[in-house]
């Protein structure tokens, strides 16, 4: 089994930034992709940005320019690092990681409002 809880979340107002990291513990040999996804009130869950073992890197085009995903293999730690923020970036945010079948986190809640 694996466990992946994040951390970083809370109230900020737009135009801030907050940090998100996402830790990964218990069956792991390696981590393949991994990813941050949101889902906000009375929507779809979404993928923000993800991130492949070569390195690669995906977003959301609602994100790109101010979102910048990351990865430590050596803590096996997940990070978002989300500038610029909006109030319509308001959501739980959740990481998922392919370990062996994928993983999740409970999420953390970021709200943006002013």
């Known amino acids: 089994q694996v466990q992946l809880v994040e951390s970083g979340g809370g109230l900020v107002q737009p135009g801030g930034s907050l940090r998100l990291s996402c830790a990964a513990s218990g069956s792991i040999f390696s981590i393949n992709d991994m990813g941050w996804y949101r889902q906000a009130p009375g929507k779809e869950r979404e993928l923000v940005a993800s991130i492949y073992s070569s390195g690669y890197t995906n977003y959301a085009d609602s994100v790109k320019g101010r979102f910048t995903i990351s990865r430590d293999n050596a803590k096996n730690t997940l990070y978002l690092q989300m500038n610029s923020l909006k109030p319509e970036d308001t959501a739980v945010y959740y990481c998922?990681?392919?370990?062996?079948?994928?993983?999740w986190g409970q999420g953390t809640q970021v709200t943006v409002s002013s």
């Open positions: 998922n990681a392919l370990v062996g079948r994928w993983f």
